[in-house]
């Protein structure tokens, strides 16, 4: 390969790259950058939370409850899903997802049910009486049921007002 050739893949690989990082940013440039996000500080308490455009949320106002991904935050209002507009003196509760609490309260359930199945079909092909061995029915549904366990320690629930207070901060223009 001559080096006129070399020189000419570099340039037009150099011109892809650039292309490739302009054509990106474009695109995606409005989410790569927040322009607002929302604190939660605790007043009595060095202890704030901080969300930003595509958390996932629930929101509670005096009239209903919203859950989804935050798709804008404006001066004044917070939109979910690129369609549910909240005004943020509505808005009386957030509450964050922990993730590994909502892991957990699908995970163990699921691995409850297999764990019983398992035992059974075990048991089904060396012709044991009973298929459904007591103490593994006992252990896989205390595995189901701990679903209900998780669920209320899935979310953290921050309730606006007397000690936690939420400020929309500009960090555009």
Known sequence: ???????????MKSI????????TFSLL????????IIVLRHKNKVKSVKLYVNNIVKIKTN???????????????????????????????IAIPRNLALQAKTIIPLAGVAYVGLDAGNRAMN???PV?????VMIGSGMVLSHFLFRPLSF???????????EIINLGD
């Open 16 to 23: 892809l790259r650039i292309l490739f990082v302009i054509i």
């Open 63 to 93: 009239d209903a409850e919203f859950f989804g991904r935050i798709t804008m935050i404006t001066d004044y209002s917070v939109i979910l899903n690129k369609q549910i507009e909240l005004e943020t003196e509505d808005i009386k509760q």
């Open 156 to 166: 953290k629930k921050i309730r606006l007002g007397k000690k936690w207070k939420m």
């Open 1 to 11: 390969m001559s080096l006129i050739s070399k020189t000419y893949i570099y340039i």
């Open 29 to 36: 440039g409005h989410d790569l950058f927040a322009k607002h």
């Open 127 to 129: 012709d044991e009486k």
């Open 132 to 136: 459904f061995d007591k103490s593994t």
